[in-house]
């Protein structure tokens, strides 16, 4: 039985077609939030849970507000937009393999288990985490990238993509390309299991409410946005630590330092391991550290999935109503 996410009537391809225009349309949305996210991530000052007083005068990111001014009144409006290329790229080609492979891996679990042993929930979570995995090794390059350019200063150390390839090729290797791809990959697992499992379970209450005659029809819109906010809120908020570790680990490496606003005080000679990083933070910036930059990637993460599932239903309204028509 297909989840709410994939239709019957669609095959894997419309389905990564539906995906790539969501996720295109979505980063064009939340693309001021990000720069901010990552800005905030990549400062090493310590935080504390406890309030202590006013924020310290060399922190420069402290909240999303004054920090999305700063950006501005020092950057212009490209400053918001800074890494939205690549990430176009990312969102365009991760969101189609990752509808893709999801499709196709819940085709597969549902024949493997044909007696319909295992419930729903735990097919759904499978399969959207193995569909995150697939899509999130397939793309990792445009996310570096897109790090690498959301924390450039005034010093442009990367002027375009090809540009940006190759020097990260002859400075760091092939192997820098996929910085940080294991606490990528490790935090994308649980997130995107979450993900799919959170947004079929709501969205698939919403459509009994509809089909009962309890909430409008003509609302369906508006509940696949709810069930995509809170879906992303729920997963986001579980494994955002990971997701701290890895926007430090894409920015090792060597001739960095001085390009990036702000240069974060991490290890730069060798690699630093998932574990490592983690300990680091924790050590030298507190463990609150690890949820720097959490409320404008919340702030983020809801529209962003609120566009995204949104843009997708509706994509995937329109492939059905071309179909019976050209049938």
């Given at each position: 039985m297909p989840s709410y996410v994939t239709?019957?009537?669609?095959?894997?391809?419309?389905?990564?077609?539906?995906?790539?225009?969501?996720?295109?349309?979505?980063r064009f949305v939340i693309s001021p939030l990000d720069v901010v996210k990552i800005r905030m991530q990549l400062q090493t000052h310590r935080t504390h849970f406890k309030f202590k007083g006013e924020t310290p005068p060399h922190v420069k990111y402290s909240r999303v507000m004054p920090a999305l001014k700063t950006i501005l009144?020092?950057?212009?409006?490209?400053?918001?937009?800074?890494?939205?290329?690549?990430?176009?790229?990312?969102?365009?080609?991760?969101?189609?393999?990752?509808?893709?492979?999801?499709?196709?891996?819940?085709?597969?679990?549902?024949?493997?288990?044909?007696n319909q042993i295992l419930p729903r929930t735990s097919k759904t979570f499978l399969a959207g985490m193995m569909a995150g995995t697939a899509a999130t090794s397939a793309t990792y390059p445009f996310d570096l990238l897109r790090t690498r350019f959301a924390i450039q200063g005034e010093h442009k150390h990367y002027t375009g993509m090809a540009q940006a390839i190759r020097h990260i090729y002859r400075q760091e290797g092939l192997r820098g390309l996929y910085q940080g791809l294991w606490p990528t990959v490790v935090q994308i697992m649980p997130y995107m299991g979450l993900l799919f499992t959170g947004y079929d379970a709501i969205a698939g209450a919403f459509k009994v409410l509809r089909d009962e005659q309890i909430l409008p029809a003509s609302y369906k819109p508006t509940h696949d946005m709810i069930s995509g906010a809170l879906s992303g809120i729920l997963s986001k908020?579980?494994?955002?630590?990971?997701?701290v570790v890895r926007k430090r680990m894409q920015v090792q490496g060597p001739y960095l330092s001085d390009y990036i606003v702000p240069a974060p005080k991490i290890q730069t000679s060798g690699q630093m391991t998932l574990w490592s990083c983690f300990k680091n933070i924790v050590q030298q910036e507190g463990a609150r550290s690890l949820y720097k930059g959490l409320m404008p990637s919340l702030i983020k993460v809801a529209p962003a999935n609120a566009v995204t599932?949104?843009?997708?239903e509706e994509?995937?309204?329109?492939?059905?109503w071309w179909k019976e028509d050209e049938g």
């Amino acid at each position: 039985m297909p989840s709410y996410v994939t239709d019957a009537n669609l095959n894997s391809y419309q389905l990564a077609f539906c995906g790539g225009v969501a996720g295109v349309v979505s980063r064009f949305v939340i693309s001021p939030l990000d720069v901010v996210k990552i800005r905030m991530q990549l400062q090493t000052h310590r935080t504390h849970f406890k309030f202590k007083g006013e924020t310290p005068p060399h922190v420069k990111y402290s909240r999303v507000m004054p920090a999305l001014k700063t950006i501005l009144r020092e950057e212009g409006i490209r400053g918001l937009y800074k890494g939205n290329l690549p990430a176009e790229y990312l969102y365009l080609s991760y969101s189609a393999v990752e509808f893709w492979a999801y499709k196709e891996l819940e085709t597969l679990l549902e024949k493997l288990d044909s007696n319909q042993i295992l419930p729903r929930t735990s097919k759904t979570f499978l399969a959207g985490m193995m569909a995150g995995t697939a899509a999130t090794s397939a793309t990792y390059p445009f996310d570096l990238l897109r790090t690498r350019f959301a924390i450039q200063g005034e010093h442009k150390h990367y002027t375009g993509m090809a540009q940006a390839i190759r020097h990260i090729y002859r400075q760091e290797g092939l192997r820098g390309l996929y910085q940080g791809l294991w606490p990528t990959v490790v935090q994308i697992m649980p997130y995107m299991g979450l993900l799919f499992t959170g947004y079929d379970a709501i969205a698939g209450a919403f459509k009994v409410l509809r089909d009962e005659q309890i909430l409008p029809a003509s609302y369906k819109p508006t509940h696949d946005m709810i069930s995509g906010a809170l879906s992303g809120i729920l997963s986001k908020t579980a494994i955002y630590p990971f997701d701290v570790v890895r926007k430090r680990m894409q920015v090792q490496g060597p001739y960095l330092s001085d390009y990036i606003v702000p240069a974060p005080k991490i290890q730069t000679s060798g690699q630093m391991t998932l574990w490592s990083c983690f300990k680091n933070i924790v050590q030298q910036e507190g463990a609150r550290s690890l949820y720097k930059g959490l409320m404008p990637s919340l702030i983020k993460v809801a529209p962003a999935n609120a566009v995204t599932f949104l843009v997708f239903e509706e994509s995937k309204k329109i492939l059905l109503w071309w179909k019976e028509d050209e049938g």
